[in-house]
Each structure stands twice: as C-alpha cells, then as structure tokens.
C-alpha cells in the first residue's frame, strides 16, 4: 500500500487561504465567487458584503444587492440550521441536503415547549397554506399561526415553519443597511420566490464543492461544516474519485484530484474577516488558522463569532465597529511592519463599511 502523503499546518493554511481567494484578491463575477464558496454565513445583513470585500478585488456594496434584488442570490436557514447567502441554482439542491439538520432544530428544546402534542409536519402545511402567494413579515405569520393553534407562542411555531419549509427572504432584510440584526423581516416561499421547484438533495455534490472551498479536510470537518452526521460512507463511496492525505496529526483528509495545494512558504497579505465567516467555521479542527489558545477570544459562547484578522494566514486578533472608528485588539504584539500592514488594510476596509463617514480613524484598544 502506498504511502499516504501528510501535509503541514502551513501547507493546510495557504491551501483554505488560496481556495478562499484571502491570498490573493480575485476579480472573478461575485455570483461565481458566491457560489464557490457554497454559502456565506448572513445573520447581520452586513457581514456578507465584508466577506466579499476582503476577497474580491474593487467589490461595490451595490454588486450583491443587485444579486439579491434580481433573485440570483437568496438569503434563508442553511447550514448549521442558520442564516446564509446562497445563489438561488445552489438553494434549490442544497437546501434538501441539509433539511434533515434543521428538521433536527425544530425538535430542540426551544421548540419542543411549544410544539408539544402537535404535528411539526401539520404546523409546516399549516404555514405553506398562509404563506401561499404572499411575502409576510415573521410576526404576521407569528399571529395567524397563534390563531390556528391556540395556546401557543406564534413567533416558536412561525421559527419552526421557517425551518421545516423552504422559505427565504425578501431583499430588503439581507441587503447593506443598519448594524445588527433587523426587526421585520420578511419571508416568503422559496419555490415561489425563485420561480422553480426545490431540487432532489445531492449529498456528494455538497461534499466535493465543500472540498472545492474549504479542502483538503476530513469526515468530522465537513460535518461541522454542513452540520450534517454519518458522511463516512459517502465518503467512502467517493474514495477512487478523491486524493486522500493525512495532517501532522494522522487525521485522514480528502481532495479533489485535481485541486492544487499551495505553497506553505507563500507570503500572503493581512485580511480581515467578518463575524461568522465560515473559513473559521468550515472545520472541526480549526488549528489551520486559528491557535487553540485564541479560539475562546474569537468565539466567547452564546453562539458568538466575533470579527477577526490575519497576519501571516492566521487569526491574530479581533476588530469591533464602533461608529466611524474600527477598533482594532491584537492577541500578540505586532511587528512593526505587520503594524503598517494591519493599519494599511484596516484604513481600507473603514472606507468600504463607513463610507459616507467625514472623520475614519483607526485605533488599537
């Protein structure tokens, strides 16, 4: 049996840099950019155009709207049961793929206390027939919901519906805008929206255009990523169609034949990351680009993923937003030409996300 090539940490960090167009700035359409990176992590509407700009050369805030506006892009509950921008030909297949995770979600506790003696599957008819034609905003769902079963907390059976139906929302909620989360969103049907049916689920596909993104990687890191459980056999089912690697660590990882590996001595730029981006997500073992010891400053608990940047291709700090100031926390201190680098780059970004702002500072906490 041949030897199983291992492959660095550095060599594992320039690859996903490179995959992920953070080594170097593409000028490819921003739908294809979209699209291969399978889905953009959406709760704030903000945070997807920050991913965009910091891979994409010259990125327009009004580039993504458009895609939005024109029904090329959706936003709505994808992976990991949460919110995320797709183009509107991946929802179609990639919604089914990962429904039974969030048919999972539904069963949870939060929902369980509400939903308890009833059918999940007549409270997601009962939601399709409301639904039927109409864009709603969730708490006019909420209401009409709590009328047909009463008793029970509305805005729990809409959240449940939202998650069992294929529903996706109106532009306005997912477009640049004010920060933090918007009250009012509206939802609507996804079929509906899109103007074509919902597709059959293709497990595989999601793994090679997850390998395409975020490879090499193994069964647990497409897991995590996809939120979906038992992909060995899959794997397994696509092993002469894969290169298969081992880390430092003996883990075993799969790629696509052709996919190239990157240089591990490549210099790459300072980039930084929105909340939530998914090359901090996209793995079970993030050692890649995130030093174990900083992940609890990154994500500190309650579902939190704060904003962060990357000096030398890994995490090296966090940055908040505060007005028309970006404040800048580094774990480590920096060098001095890393200063120059990180404040060169925050300088740009500040323009992009502040840009009607007299008065742009930068400053270190």
């Given at each position: 049996m041949p ?7 550095r ?5 996903l840099?490179q ?9 490819r359409?921003v739908?294809?950019v979209?699209e291969h ?10 945070w997807?155009?920050v991913?965009?700009?910091t891979r ?10 458009a895609?939005?506006r024109?029904?090329?892009v ?10 995320h ?10 919604r089914?793929?990962?429904q039974p995770?969030l048919?999972?979600t539904?069963r949870?506790?939060?929902f369980a206390?509400q939903?308890a003696?009833?059918?999940?599957d007549e ?6 027939e409301?639904?039927a ?10 209401s009409s ?5 009463p ?10 519906v ?9 532009p306005?909620?997912?477009?640049w805008g ?7 969103i509206a939802?609507?049907v996804a ?9 059959a689920p ?6 090679r ?8 990687a193994?069964?647990k890191d ?6 979906l459980?038992?992909l060995?056999?899959t ?18 990882l799969?790629?696509?034949?052709d996919?190239?590996l990157?240089?591990?001595d490549?210099?790459?730029?300072v980039?930084f ?6 090359i901090?997500?996209g ?6 680009v995130?030093r174990?010891?900083d992940?609890k400053q ?7 993923v704060?904003?962060?940047f990357?000096?030398?291709g890994?995490v090296h700090g ?6 028309s100031t ?6 480590r ?5 890393d200063t ?5 780059e925050?300088?740009s970004?500040?323009?992009f996300?502040?840009?009607?702002a007299?008065?742009r500072s930068v400053t270190?906490?």
């Amino acid at each position: 049996m041949p030897d199983i090539p291992v492959l660095s940490t550095r060599t594992l960090n320039r690859t996903l840099l490179q995959r992920q167009f953070l080594a170097a700035r593409t000028s490819r359409p921003v739908l294809d950019v979209v699209e291969h990176l399978v889905a953009l992590q959406g709760q704030e509407p903000n945070w997807p155009y920050v991913g965009l700009w910091t891979r994409l050369a010259d990125f327009r805030h009004d580039e993504l709207t458009a895609l939005l506006r024109d029904r090329r892009v959706v936003r709505s509950a994808v992976l990991r049961s949460t919110q995320h921008l797709t183009s509107s030909d991946d929802f179609r297949w990639l919604r089914p793929v990962v429904q039974p995770v969030l048919d999972r979600t539904t069963r949870a506790r939060y929902f369980a206390a509400q939903t308890a003696g009833l059918d999940l599957d007549e409270i997601a008819a009962t939601g399709m027939e409301l639904m039927a034609g109409r864009t709603l905003q969730r708490h006019q769902l909420a209401s009409s919901l709590a009328e047909r079963f009463p008793g029970r907390d509305g805005r729990v059976l809409a959240g449940a519906v939202e998650l069992r139906v294929p529903m996706v929302h109106a532009p306005a909620t997912g477009t640049w805008g004010a920060w933090g989360n918007r009250a009012g969103i509206a939802i609507t049907v996804a079929e509906q929206w899109i103007g074509r049916p919902m597709a059959a689920p293709q497990v595989a596909r999601l793994i090679r255009r997850y390998l395409a993104a975020f490879g090499p990687a193994g069964v647990k890191d497409i897991q995590a990523w996809s939120g979906l459980t038992r992909l060995r056999e899959t794997l397994d089912e696509l092993r002469p169609q894969l290169r298969v690697f081992r880390d430092e660590q003996g883990t075993e990882l799969f790629d696509l034949p052709d996919a190239p590996l990157a240089d591990p001595d490549r210099p790459v730029p300072v980039r930084f990351l929105p909340s939530f981006d998914n090359i901090l997500l996209g793995h079970a073992d993030r050692a890649r680009v995130i030093r174990e010891g900083d992940r609890k400053q990154v994500m500190p608990g309650q579902a939190m993923v704060r904003p962060t940047f990357l000096v030398d291709g890994f995490v090296h700090g966090t940055w908040s937003k505060m007005g028309s100031t970006l404040l800048i926390s580094p774990f480590r201190p920096l060098s001095q030409a890393d200063t120059a680098a990180v404040l060169d780059e925050a300088e740009s970004l500040l323009a992009f996300i502040a840009p009607d702002a007299a008065n742009r500072s930068v400053t270190f906490s």
